[in-house]
């Protein structure tokens, strides 16, 4: 009998990726969206639980609303946090192992170099805090099967984001004013979702610790930098891309200036890290344009 592995969040750009990648491998992948399993209700998780038996669950569920999250942190925290708690929960009682998908906001984004899986966190918005909560409740109540995979700057086809936006924008602005002091790792959700399946797999093989890992790719470049790629691959002119500052853009929620994740804890499970978010970006760009430009 195939192993069951529970993917909360599966109507998201990530859960969806994490789908497809699980559709080639010999198990039984159950989509869980907010009508099937509601993680904020423990009764709901719990009653999932017995009824499908999951020895692998995957939580890409998430208030992902940054910003509404400085005045909505209760909402936010129902979700990121007590709805990772009750996962972990279940998961302790039903002998699962847990993937909870967490961010680069848990730092403070005022580094200089990538910060290691270890460094101190120190969240600077709520939902930063939040999800550092949901961190801490999987980590304590699975210090043998919770993996934390911290990522950051995600695009897919399957779900509005930066990358898609920029294809849009290209299309009707003559020149795009984009952030050039805040630097990061663009993500293919396609290359996330595949190291998320082989942790779980790593995992229940006891080949990888429990912990923190960051999943996140290789490089590092500025909002402004990733917009002139996109030109390029579209093939038009990078100049038209300008460059501005974090302060001409204010938000509600504090934008981290540093997010470059290191990726050293990968080699601890026999697990190469992301590729080079340059080269992901090439192959996952004729999926973006087509469902940006259908």
């Known amino acids: 009998m195939s192993a069951v592995w529970l993917v909360t969040g599966a109507e998201g750009m990530l859960g969806r990726d994490v789908l497809a990648r699980l559709a080639g491998e010999d198990v039984t992948a159950v989509a869980a969206g907010r009508g099937t ?4 209700d423990p009764a709901s998780v719990r009653a999932a639980f017995e009824r499908l038996r999951p020895q692998v669950v995957v939580n890409c569920a998430a208030w992902t609303a940054v910003d509404d999250a400085e005045t909505q942190e209760d909402a936010a925290l129902r979700v990121n946090g007590q709805g990772a708690a009750h996962l972990a929960e279940a998961c302790r009682e039903h002998g699962a192992v847990l993937l909870q998908v967490s961010t680069d906001y848990v730092f403070a984004g005022d580094a200089g170099r990538p910060y290691p899986e270890e460094a101190p966190t120190g969240p600077r918005s709520a939902y930063g805090r939040t999800k550092l ?3 801490r409740a999987v980590l304590e109540t699975l210090p043998d099967t919770g993996y934390v995979v911290r990522t950051a700057w995600l695009y897919g086809a399957g779900g509005g984001n930066f990358v898609r936006t920029m294809i849009r924008l290209e299309g ?3 020149t795009l004013d984009v952030v050039d002091d805040q630097r990061g ?3 293919w959700t396609a290359d996330l979702a595949d190291r998320l399946v082989r942790l779980g797999q790593a995992a229940r093989a006891g080949t990888a610790p429990a912990g923190v890992y960051h999943g996140t790719s290789g490089g590092e470049t500025t909002w402004f930098g990733l917009t002139r790629e996109i030109f390029a691959l579209l093939g038009a002119d990078p100049e038209r891309v300008l460059p501005t500052t974090s302060e001409a853009f204010v938000r509600p929620a504090p934008r981290p200036a540093y997010s470059v994740l290191g990726h050293d804890r990968w ?6 890290p992301v590729r080079d978010w340059q080269a992901a970006l090439k192959e996952a760009f004729p999926a973006l344009l087509a469902a940006e430009r259908p």
């Open 37 to 40: 399993v509601d993680i904020t």
């Open 133 to 135: 909560a949901g961190e």
């Open 172 to 174: 009707v602005k003559d």
């Open 185 to 187: 790792q663009p993500t």
């Open 267 to 272: 080699a601890a499970a026999g697990i190469e």
